[in-house]
């Protein structure tokens, strides 16, 4: 006899491991997959002869954040930034408003950035009250291993700056958090990143940001990506305009689910 079919939407226990479907995970009103969209942002950057992309994310009206070595060769006279994606009506210029870095002399990796366009949503930080390890975990960026088959980046690269790449998602869990430096932690995980992921988010799967991607290494345990945390973060960001809400609490994300019947 057909079973019942479960209900549309279900709870999940706190930090419960779930699958990974972004697309159905509510954050909100709005789906997870959503949620990153409209806060996540394409930098690229321009200066002594060198061209480089990378990913940033908005934490406040026209605010965004990226890592210091995504902007740094722009930087100097003559450089420039620009900053695009899907949730901009068109690509903004973007002046620097704050630096830390580069990491080999102050052991940070962080720039904000001022954009005029002031219609993206900012990104809530969680700041957990104990350690992330094991808990699901989402990146977004524009990493260079798909731009390189993304035909909108060849036309943006040509100079049609209508041109919008499209947003990469990957998945996977917090491996372990490490000192990184004197005044710097970091999350090793598992979500794959590439070049260009650099200044992107790392949120759990409540749409929260938990870290800035910064780097990968390579090595006998497969890649792992690392991001800055987000207390480090909003360190760096105090004293400046820039002014996220924060939250504490465990994540219990909202799971909407197909139509479904037993059998």
Same mark, same amino acid.
Not at 4 to 30: C, I, M, N, Y
Not at 104 to 125: C, E, H, K, N
Not at 130 to 147: E, F
């Given at each position: 006899?057909?079973?019942?079919?479960?209900?549309?939407?279900?709870?999940?226990?706190? /930090?419960?491991? @779930? =699958?990974?479907?972004?697309?159905?995970?509510?954050? *909100?009103?709005?789906? $997870?997959?959503?949620? &990153? #969209? +409209?806060?996540?942002?394409?930098?690229?950057?321009?200066?002594?002869?060198?061209?480089?992309?990378?990913?940033?994310?908005?934490?406040?009206?026209?605010?965004?954040?990226?890592?210091?070595?995504?902007?740094?060769?722009?930087?100097?006279?003559?450089?420039?930034?620009?900053?695009?994606?899907?949730?901009?009506?068109?690509?903004?210029?973007?002046?620097?408003?704050?630096?830390?870095?580069?990491?080999?002399?102050?052991?940070?990796?962080?720039?904000?950035?001022?954009?005029? /366009?002031?219609? @993206? =949503?900012?990104?809530?930080?969680?700041?957990?009250? *104990?350690?992330?390890? $094991?808990?699901?975990? &989402? #990146? +977004?960026?524009?990493?260079?291993?798909?731009?390189?088959?993304?035909?909108?980046?060849?036309?943006?690269?040509?100079?049609?700056?209508?041109?919008?790449?499209?947003?990469?998602?990957?998945?996977?869990?917090?491996?372990?958090?490490?000192?990184?430096?004197?005044?710097?932690?970091?999350?090793?995980?598992?979500?794959?990143?590439?070049?260009?992921?650099?200044?992107?988010?790392?949120?759990?799967?409540?749409?929260?940001?938990?870290?800035?991607?910064?780097?990968?290494?390579?090595?006998?345990?497969?890649?792992?990506?690392?991001?800055?945390?987000?207390?480090?973060?909003?360190?760096?960001?105090?004293?400046? #305009? +820039?002014?996220?809400?924060?939250?504490?609490?465990?994540?219990?994300?909202?799971?909407?689910?197909?139509?479904?019947?037993?059998?």
């Amino acid at each position: 006899a057909p079973g019942v079919a479960p209900p549309d939407l279900a709870e999940a226990a706190p /930090d419960a491991l @779930l =699958p990974s479907r972004p697309e159905r995970v509510l954050a *909100g009103e709005e789906s $997870l997959l959503d949620l &990153v #969209a +409209a806060r996540t942002v394409m930098v690229l950057a321009a200066g002594a002869g060198e061209f480089s992309t990378g990913s940033g994310l908005s934490v406040g009206p026209g605010l965004i954040v990226t890592n210091y070595h995504v902007i740094a060769q722009a930087l100097g006279e003559g450089g420039q930034i620009l900053v695009t994606g899907a949730a901009l009506a068109e690509p903004q210029p973007a002046t620097v408003v704050k630096t830390d870095g580069p990491f080999r002399d102050t052991g940070g990796d962080f720039a904000l950035l001022q954009i005029a /366009d002031d219609s @993206l =949503p900012a990104y809530t930080v969680h700041l957990p009250d *104990g350690p992330l390890t $094991l808990s699901n975990v &989402v #990146a +977004a960026g524009y990493p260079g291993d798909v731009l390189e088959t993304d035909a909108a980046f060849s036309r943006l690269r040509e100079g049609d700056l209508s041109a919008v790449p499209g947003l990469t998602v990957t998945d996977g869990i917090v491996n372990t958090e490490q000192q990184l430096a004197p005044e710097t932690r970091v999350l090793m995980h598992s979500a794959a990143l590439s070049t260009g992921n650099s200044g992107g988010p790392l949120v759990d799967m409540c749409g929260r940001l938990v870290g800035v991607n910064a780097f990968i290494r390579q090595g006998e345990m497969q890649n792992r990506g690392f991001a800055l945390t987000s207390g480090d973060l909003m360190a760096f960001l105090a004293g400046t #305009a +820039a002014a996220p809400a924060t939250d504490s609490t465990p994540c219990a994300p909202v799971v909407a689910r197909p139509d479904l019947v037993r059998n």
